[in-house]
Nanobody
Framework: QVQLVESGGGSVQPGGSLRLSCAAS????????MGWYRQAPGKQRELVAT???????NYADSVKGRFAIATDNAKKTVYLQMNSLEPEDTADYFC???????????????WGQGTQVTVSS
């Protein structure tokens, strides 16, 4: 069983910063990709950023230059540093981890429970 525990959401004024964290625990043989998605009220869930085990990153155009994704492999934790936040960044943020639970398992995506980010003056 794999668990993802997120933290770091909250409310901030436009131009502010927040740092999200997501720690994976449980039966984990290997991690391939970690990432963040978000879903704003009334909108579809969208990709924010991903980072592969080799370190390559991918960002949504809307967050390039403002957000940074990073991992602590020893802690099996992924971070999302969000700077210059805008009201349009308001959403529930979900972490994802693509991993193999055992050497015989398929690669499976696990989702965090979500953490709310509100950007408002």
């Amino acid at each position: 069983q794999v668990q993802l525990v997120e933290s770091g959401g909250g409310s901030v004024q436009p131009g502010g910063s927040l740092r999200l964290s997501c720690a994976a625990s449980g039966s984990i043989f290997s991690i391939y990709t970690m990432g963040w998605y978000r879903q704003a009220p009334g909108k579809q869930r969208e990709l924010v950023a991903t980072i592969a085990s080799g370190g390559s990153t991918n960002y949504a155009d809307s967050v390039k230059g403002r957000f940074a994704i990073a991992t602590d492999n020893a802690k099996k934790t992924v971070y999302l540093q969000m700077n210059s936040l805008e009201p349009e960044d308001t959403a529930d943020y979900f972490c994802t981890v693509d991993l193999r639970a055992t050497i015989m398992s398929r690669v499976t995506r696990y989702w965090g429970q979500g953490t709310q980010v509100t950007v408002s003056s």
